[in-house]
């Protein structure tokens, strides 16, 4: 049976349970002292749906461990602190933990990895959306976000940088209530907000949706202060509805839906390389290259226990889309293709999770996960005719059709053990197994997990572990184009290759140890190593803003990172610096997206791979001056990602320092209430800095970060 067909029979088989337990008491059985007394009858305590909703978070989040991982949190407060606030989109919250490199369109790096990032809500894995530059996710919905990376436990699998684990607001927590905003400011930016929460009896909801519209949706090409050709529309909700059957059992459905459109912006100066019926100009300020993305998302889950054994079973389905429109004429004359590019992919998932205690010291952690996806790529291009030698033969274009479909099916297993050996130490060990089918071929593995706690003091933390990664290609990326359909034209390539890409097998080594001085000061250092067969790696290849996924054979990434955390009185304080190295050998497939020149050197030699940023640095610090008024600053720092040199990605480009500064303020009205007022100065220095610079493996176009930015926030509960 499908999953989704599973989640139609699961869903009304739990909607019957729900019925038939409506007139349950929420109370739970107290055992009293024994009295003595043989006709003494047991208490019942009632217990409030506040108090069983938060129970059942405390057993949800036990159903995760993190034992020999590294962890980041941040909480509700800490987005808040940031400049913009709630607003602020989540990849930009993510930026602010350790390891963590941002990228051209709002892409990010973790410890070296291109993407592979692994998003829980809830406890819930979301199948990723197709790789581009709209945000799913909204920051108004987080209670807090973790990000767990290094050597994971056996739970999770399939995407390894790291898990970014979101924990959402909950009804029943806020209590009855809403709120409304916006943000507005510079490069036409205007972001209205509204959400609303609450919880009667058994019910509890949370809701938001938010519009977003601005004339710099993506990175600008150019250093100039204002794009051309880059206005943005966007459009996100999110929903998450819970009914508590009983005292020990919870039914929830989470959704959520972005609709984002984008110019994608213009360097002018640009010379066509193609003439099109006789003509040979063409001002590249006038292209009108547009992109269209569309996720949704549902979640039906039921928690509870059985006996002393806690379990989540999860039924979920995602969409995505990403429609490319070229200009037709202007993409002809400079590139010699324009292609109307669409993607698809439809993902059903099935996840189990249990938990069970055994005896006072261990808990056995086991559970399921199956997906099921359907993936369509289409090519609509138009092309000119192409001489022997590759020039242009024809100034009349023709048109070619490349339409594919592709079925990806994913099951994993897993075991694992988290045994507490007397108070200082804790061992997590555990078995994972993961089998990947496309297309006829089958790759699996079992992946041996360890980590292991040591608390050396009572300030002390010490923490280890290994862990063997089985990494399949992300299916939404994968085109399997019929590459021989272009030859004779000018979008005809040399090196065919092997068009699918593998799976990557890695073995990750992991220590670090955190120290807390006093109760206001953390400091942590980590390292970790990576040794990797098939190493998977992104570019962008063609006009269209999204990735296509190719290996490497060989590849090993290292690095280490420090944090510091501050937190006592009116003052917070964060700061991370991250050393990292990235390298990789010899491309073993989808050759056809690389010059014979560069595949001849990576074949013989390892380069840095193109999101390989040698150190990096985030930090903040914020100070309420009284029960109203705060005010903070926070920034970035990277050494440069790479960029073509003497070698492919042989440099980088130079390094850049972005400082933002916000200060908020609540006013007290008497009629109106309380209104949070937030003022935000993005880059205040108005550096100028390159993130990408065109060149490097897979590089599309050159994309310089935001310049300086005045946005003014303002929010009323409700």
Same mark, same amino acid.
Do not use: C
């Given at each position: 049976?499908?999953?989704s067909?599973?989640a139609?029979?699961l869903a ?6 729900a019925?038939r337990a409506a007139?349950?008491?929420l ?9 003595? +007394?043989g ?8 217990l409030?749906?506040?108090d069983?909703?938060?129970k059942?978070?405390q ?8 034992t020999?991982?590294?962890q ?23 930026l602010?933990?350790?390891?963590v490199?941002?990228d051209?369109?709002?892409?990010? @790096?973790?410890r070296?990895? @291109?993407a592979?990032?692994?998003?829980r +809500?809830n406890?819930?894995i979301?199948? &990723?959306? +197709?790789s581009g ?6 920051a108004r ?6 990000l ?5 436990p056996a739970?999770?699998?399939?995407r390894t940088a ?8 909950s009804?029943?927590?806020?209590g009855?209530g ?5 943000t507005?400011g510079?490069f ?5 907000n ?7 009896d ?6 938001t949706g938010?519009?977003?519209e601005s004339?710099?949706?993506?990175e ?5 202060r ?7 529309d966007?459009?996100? $909700? ?8 009983n005292?020990?059992t ?10 984002n459109r984008?110019?994608?912006?213009n360097n002018p100066?640009q010379t ?8 040979t ?7 009108n290259?547009?992109?269209h &993305? ?10 509870g226990?059985?006996g ?6 999860s039924?979920?389905?995602? /969409?995505t889309?990403v429609a ?12 010699g293709?324009?292609a109307?590019?669409g993607r698809s992919?439809r ?6 999770d249990?938990a069970?205690?055994l005896g ?7 559970g399921?996960y199956?997906?099921f996806?359907?993936?369509a790529?289409?090519n ?8 022997a ?5 024809s100034t009349?274009?023709?048109?070619i ?5 592709? %079925? ?5 297993g /897993?075991?694992q053990d988290?045994?507490?050996i007397g ?5 997590? /060990?555990?078995l994972r197994?993961?089998k990947?089918t496309?297309a006829g071929?089958i &790759?699996?593995?079992?992946?041996p997990r ?5 608390q ?5 933390t010490?923490h ?7 990494t399949?290609?992300?299916?939404e990326m ?10 004779g ?9 092997n068009?699918t890409p593998?799976? &990557?097998r890695a073995d ?9 001085i006093?109760?206001a ?7 970790y /190593?990576?040794k990797v067969?098939?190493l998977q790696?992104?570019g962008?290849?063609?006009?269209a803003?999204?990735y ?8 090993h %990434?290292?690095g280490?990172?420090f ?6 009185g009116p003052l ?7 050393y990292?190295r ?9 050759q056809?997206?690389?010059g ?9 030699n390892? +380069?840095h791979?193109d ?9 903040g610090i914020?100070?309420?001056l009284?029960d ?23 440099? @980088? ?6 400082l ?8 007290a009205f008497?009629?109106f $209430? ?7 100065v993005?880059n205040a ?13 897979g ?5 310089f970060?935001p ?5 003014l ?6």
């Open positions: 049976m499908k999953p067909l599973l139609l029979s009304a088989a739990l909607a019957a349970t019925a007139d349950t008491p109370a739970a059985a107290a055992a009293p002292a024994d009295s003595g +007394i006709n003494d009858q047991p208490a019942t305590k009632n409030s749906t506040i069983v909703s938060a059942l978070d057993a949800r989040n036990a159903l995760s461990p993190d020999g991982s590294s980041y949190v941040i909480d509700q407060k800490a987005i808040a602190q940031l400049p913009l606030g709630a607003a602020t989109p989540v990849n930009q919250v993510v602010q933990a350790p390891g490199v941002q051209s369109y709002g892409g990010l @790096h973790v070296g990895d @291109h592979n990032l692994q998003y +809500i406890g819930v979301v199948p &990723e959306s +197709i530059f709209g945000q799913t996710l909204d919905t987080i209670k807090s976000v973790k767990l990376d290094g050597a994971l739970q999770y699998g399939l790291a898990v970014v684990d979101i924990t959402t607001k009804g029943h927590d806020l009855n809403g709120s409304v905003g916006i507005s510079s036409g930016t205007l972001n209205p509204a959400s609303i929460w609450g919880s009667s058994r019910w509890s909801w949370f809701l938010n519009y977003l004339d710099v949706g993506i600008n090409p150019t250093a100039s204002k794009p051309i050709h880059d206005h943005t966007q459009a996100k $909700g999110f929903g998450d509805l819970s009914y508590l059957i005292n020990e919870r039914l929830s459905f989470m959704f959520g839906v972005a609709n984008f110019q994608v912006p100066g066509p390389q193609f003439g099109y019926l006789g003509q100009d063409f001002d590249s300020t006038l292209l290259e547009q992109q &993305e569309t996720t949704r998302f549902g979640v039906l889950s039921l928690q226990k059985l002393s054994t806690d379990y989540q079973v039924l979920g389905q995602r /969409y889309e490319f429109n070229p200009d037709q004429v202007g993409d002809l004359m400079f590139n293709i324009a109307k590019v992919n993902a059903s998932t099935l996840q189990v249990f069970t205690p006072n010291s261990n808990t056995l952690r086991y399921i199956g997906s996806e359907q993936a790529s289409g609509n291009a138009w092309v000119f005719p192409a001489d030698n590759g020039g242009q033969a009349t274009p023709i048109n059709i490349d339409n594919n479909r592709l %079925i990806a099916k994913t099951w994993s /897993y075991i988290e045994w507490s108070q200082n130490w804790t061992v997590n /060990y555990g197994g993961d990947y496309l071929r &790759e699996s593995q079992l992946s360890l980590g292991v706690v040591w050396a003091t009572d300030s002390t010490v280890a572990g290994y862990s063997r990664y089985f399949p290609p992300a299916t994968i085109t399997t184009s019929n590459i021989a359909k272009f030859d034209t000018t979008n005809a390539v040399s090196n065919p290759g068009a593998l799976a &990557e990750y080594f992991d220590a670090g140890v955190s120290q807390n006093g109760s000061l953390t400091l942590g250092l980590d390292t /190593y990576r067969q098939r790696d992104e962008q290849f063609g006009a803003l999204v296509s996924t190719f290996n490497y054979d060989l590849g %990434i290292g280490a990172e944090t510091a955390n501050y937190n006592q917070s304080a964060y700061f991370n610096l991250a990292s990235a390298m990789g050998k010899r491309v073993i497939t989808s056809y997206n690389f014979v020149d560069e595949l001849a050197y990576i074949a013989d390892y +380069i791979l999101h390989d940023q040698t150190y990096t640095s985030s930090g914020s100070y309420a009284d109203s008024t705060r005010v903070g600053a926070d920034y970035l720092f990277g050494s440069g990602l790479r960029r073509n040199g003497a070698v492919p990605n042989g440099d @980088h480009v130079p390094a850049y320092f972005q933002n500064l916000s200060v908020s303020h609540d006013f008497d009629h $209430g309380k209104l949070h007022t937030q003022l935000a993005i220095l108005d550096r100028t800095y390159e993130l990408r610079d065109g060149t490097g493996v590089v599309g176009a050159p994309q970060g310049r300086r930015g005045l946005y926030s303002l929010q009323k509960d409700f």
